[in-house]
């Protein structure tokens, strides 16, 4: 022991770290703290104002009744059955295209190819375009212009199909890429065609991720309203789409119409018509985290 | 089968195809209506009125406007929020604390717009400090709140960029005796600087294309100012109230709609294609 | 503790490592490894760690380390991948609380000061006992950032310019770098990157310098030149290695410390200390037959 106390004497002891350097470190801390503060805040204001003002309109009625002029009465039941139907229509066309496309770019195109570089570039890209262009599109090419459709349903599926195209394909495609190499292999070694192993061994395997990223994207279409309001979707529609070429109206163009009009009444059933997003939403969300949780393969 | 495959896929350059002959057709007949140097110049923006006035500087003022208030939120609150999480947060925290701020990204612009005009803008309106108090309608009650929308996004993304810093360029600063403000503020920030950056340039492409809550907050009318106080209308306000309104097809009104258009599909485009190369590029030094 | 070893491992009795007060390095040695070097003073002890145990949250990662780290010697850690060998390195500047779940246990005394007492600031640890690791690190800066970045996050200003000269001529750098300053670090090939970690260590002037398998990732002539520097360096620093490579400890270090991992009754692995005695001690006449095992390639 003598011998290291005698050392311990002869080199300077540790300094405690400069004050500055200290002050900076926690301060450091603090402001970093404030900015996750700002945005929880921020976020969990905007889900107690909602859910405070909208509670007490909340009910079966939103889902029973049609809208009304009166917000005594008023529902949203139209804006309901809008919403399956068009979600449905987008559903029916984003997916299957989507997994093509995804299945094309990660199993048939040859990488070096410019053309194939250049549909993932523009995937990519066409992932961040505004929903109001698309909303454009739909005005000039699809309820307008050459196919005419009018606002309805379809055009609104069709449009809402065009919008989230790119997540399905960007989720699609890290969920085939995840699949290991081996259990290709290992199918193209049993003598089965590239088409085979991908119907057989490849979906199979990535439907998880695929599902989970189809699933974020319908819960991106159904809060969508810019696009569907550029094709003239109606604010007031009293009866539910029974054909595609109905016409329809969504619950976010309903929210909108709503918080639009000056009786206190259509504020408080915005607010719950925005409960009842929020919780489908919620659904859909938890569903995706659940089917990840559930299926993800620890290859 | 493979055709059918390819032609899927082939949709996603159709449908930019498309977006672009849905745009240029009407917006070079109005601009054989509308000289181009008044539209880009002038300062009054009443395209449904007669006599119409073509100039857009007040809806590019208004985009702007808003845009800054967002940007001012999003981006300092949004950055600091990825460091807390990547520097500070254990992984298991973070591995619950990212699919949340994911799910909140994901809530409808609508719900944000009625939190804009209902519960932010009273308050803006009663601790305005100086001068006149705003309406109802103003710019800095859609801007903070659009900024609060796209915090997450700032986050999430900027924490990725964050993650992939390797671990052992933070081993090493520790190892020089640094604090954690400076292995973040002079190693991990710096290291992840391009993949934040390419956050930070979809943030502003998200703010310049959001709709609704300028829609609904932001009020109506065309407005060259800089005030965020007042009430102005966005190049995205204005194509969707213009696009509500029946317009026939083929007259000036209509196709303004798509001059306004282009020029917002130009601008959000060229912001994504740039975030997007940058994070390529990141991607490339790091794997 | 020791009554929870299982029987069927045992060598006999449960091999307890070099106390501290074993550290008596024949002046023979020392000259011979460092020929016409000033007599520096050998019977300095740098680190005395007792009865070290390190958790990942439940799990006893590293067992019951009882060692010496004498000043300006090379002191090895070898042993089998898993054998607790990094952790242990680790615990000697705290980078181990950087880890979420680690814990450390038992006495590390740094020249007679506890490491882990309340009173020590980790950040000033590191600063005094600098680190290089496996897979060169250097940051996305230029070179001459590099160097300096640690005496600049400790508050130097002025006198960089000699600093970074300085650091790198210690580092055997300087030559192959001097008109490229500004340029990029990670232009530079994997030895030089690694040498460039060692200058950057070096410049913020510690006093001990760990290496965690500093050559691991270089070919061997880089390796060689990187083991050249150790034996120059430890006129010096104090400098602690861990490697894989026998022969590599062989040939620079003054003492070795065999690390294994044990099984214990419960099936968990633990790292734990062997032996530890002067390099050649342990490669010509080791006293544990573990160490004699791995020494002569059946690992055990």
């Not at chain 1, 979600?87 to 194939?116: K, M």
């Not at chain 2, 109005?30 to 140097?37: A, N, P, R």
């Not at chain 3, 023979?28 to 002890?45: F, K």
């Not at chain 3, 055997?172 to 690694?194: H, I, M, P, T, Y």
Request: proline residues 7%; glycine residues 8%; charged residues 15%.
């Amino acid at each position: 022991m003598s011998l290291l106390e005698a050392d311990a004497a002869a080199v300077t002891p540790l300094p405690r770290q400069s004050t500055g350097k200290r002050l900076a470190d926690r301060a450091f801390w603090v402001v970093l703290f404030v900015s996750f503060g700002v945005a929880v805040v921020g976020l969990v204001a905007l889900l107690w104002y909602v859910f405070d003002t909208g509670w007490p309109a909340f009910g079966g009625r939103l889902w029973r009744r049609f809208p009304s002029l009166d917000p005594e009465i008023a529902g949203a039941r139209s804006a309901v059955f809008g919403t399956i139907w068009v979600l449905g229509i987008t559903a029916a066309l984003a997916v299957p295209i989507g997994i093509g496309a995804a299945v094309y770019l990660e199993e048939f195109a040859s990488h070096d190819r410019w053309y194939t570089r250049w549909i993932a570039l523009n995937i990519q890209n066409l992932a961040g375009v505004p929903s109001i262009v698309y909303g454009i599109l739909g005005l000039a090419f699809i309820a307008r212009g050459p196919l005419g459709l009018g606002p309805t349903v379809l055009t609104g599926g069709m449009i809402l199909a065009l919008l989230v195209l790119p997540i399905v394909i960007i989720a699609s495609r890290e969920a085939i890429r995840a699949v290991p190499p081996s259990i290709r292999d290992g199918s193209l070694a049993l003598g089965a065609t590239r088409l085979q192993t991908v119907r057989r061994q490849l979906l199979p395997a990535a439907i998880p991720g695929i599902a989970t990223g189809v699933i974020l994207a319908l819960s991106r279409a159904i809060g969508e309203a810019a696009p569907l309001i550029m094709i003239g979707a109606f604010t007031y529609v009293p009866f539910n789409p029974t054909r595609l070429d109905s016409k329809f109206t969504v619950l976010p163009i309903q929210i909108f119409d709503w918080i639009g009009r000056p009786q206190e009444g259509f504020t408080q059933l915005a607010a719950a018509a925005c409960i009842l997003l929020l919780i489908i939403l919620l659904f859909m969300n938890a569903l995706a985290i659940w089917l990840r949780n559930r299926y993800q393969q620890r290859w | 089968m493979i055709g059918i495959l390819f032609l899927c896929a082939a949709l996603s350059v159709v449908v930019t195809i498309g977006i672009v002959l849905s745009l240029i057709p009407p917006t070079v007949e109005f601009f054989q209506e509308v000289d181009l140097g008044e539209f880009l110049t002038g300062t009054e923006w009443a395209p449904l009125f007669t006599p119409p006035k073509f100039g857009v500087l007040p809806i590019v003022a208004g985009t702007l406007v808003v845009t800054v208030c967002a940007i001012a939120i999003a981006l300092p609150f949004g950055l600091g929020t990825a460091v807390f999480l990547s520097e500070y947060a254990r992984p298991r925290i973070r591995k619950w604390l990212k699919p949340m701020i994911e799910v909140l990204a994901g809530i409808p612009t609508v719900v944000y717009g009625y939190f804009a005009l209902k519960f932010v803008s009273p308050y803006v309106q009663d601790l305005w400090p100086i001068g006149d108090p705003p309406g109802v309608f103003n710019a800095l009650s859609a801007g903070l709140v659009m900024g609060i929308m796209i915090l997450p996004m700032v986050a999430s993304l900027s924490e990725d960029a964050l993650a992939a810093v390797p671990a052992g360029l933070r081993e090493g600063a520790y190892a020089l005796g640094s604090s954690k403000f400076e292995v973040a503020s002079r190693v991990s920030v710096p290291a992840a600087l391009s993949g934040i950056v390419a956050a930070f340039v979809l943030a502003v492409s998200r703010a310049v294309g959001e709709t609704m809550i300028v829609l609904i907050a932001a009020g109506g009318t065309p407005n060259l100012t800089w005030n965020p106080g007042e009430a102005m209308q966005t190049m995205t306000a204005f194509i969707a109230a213009a696009g509500t309104g029946d317009l026939s097809q083929g007259s000036t009104g209509y196709q303004t709609i798509f001059a306004v258009g282009s020029l917002l599909f130009v601008v959000t485009f060229f912001m994504n294609v740039f975030s997007n190369r940058v994070v390529r590029r990141f991607r490339e030094v790091y794997e | 503790m020791v009554s929870m070893e299982s029987p069927d491992l045992g060598h006999g009795d449960p091999v307890r490592s070099a106390p501290p007060a074993d550290i008596v390095l024949t002046r023979e040695m020392q000259a011979e490894s460092v020929p016409g070097a000033p007599e520096p003073d050998t019977r300095q002890v740098v680190f005395d760690i007792r009865g070290l145990d390190v958790h990942y949250g439940p799990v006893l990662a590293v067992a019951e380390v009882d060692l010496a780290v004498a000043a300006r010697e090379i002191t090895a850690l070898i042993g089998p991948s898993g054998c607790g060998k990094s952790t242990f390195l680790r615990c000697l500047n705290r980078m181990n609380d950087l880890i979420p779940g680690a814990r450390v246990s038992g006495s590390v005394l740094y020249h007679g000061l506890e490491l882990y007492g309340p009173q020590i600031d980790p950040v000033e640890v590191r600063r005094r006992i600098g680190m290089v690791f496996q897979k060169p690190n250097p940051f996305p800066k230029s070179i001459y950032d590099n160097v300096a970045f640690g005496p600049r996050v400790n508050g130097q200003r002025r006198g960089l310019d000699d600093l970074v000269e300085h650091a790198l001529a210690r580092a055997a750098l300087w030559d192959e770098v001097k008109d490229k300053l500004k340029k990029s670090a990670l232009a530079l090939s994997g030895g030089q990157q690694q040498r460039l970690c060692i200058a950057r260590a070096l410049a913020v002037e510690p006093d001990v310098v760990l290496m965690d398998e500093p050559c691991s990732a270089l070919d061997p002539i880089a390796s060689s030149r990187i083991e050249d520097l150790m034996v120059e360096l430890k006129r010096d620093y104090t400098i602690v290695i861990v490697t894989h490579n026998m022969q590599q400890a062989a040939r620079v270090s003054d003492r070795t410390a065999f690390f294994t991992a044990e099984i214990r009754e419960s099936g968990a692995r633990v790292g734990v200390l062997v032996e530890y005695d002067q390099t050649e001690t342990i490669f010509t006449s080791p006293s544990d037959p573990r160490t004699e095992g791995y020494i002569t390639g059946r690992f055990g």
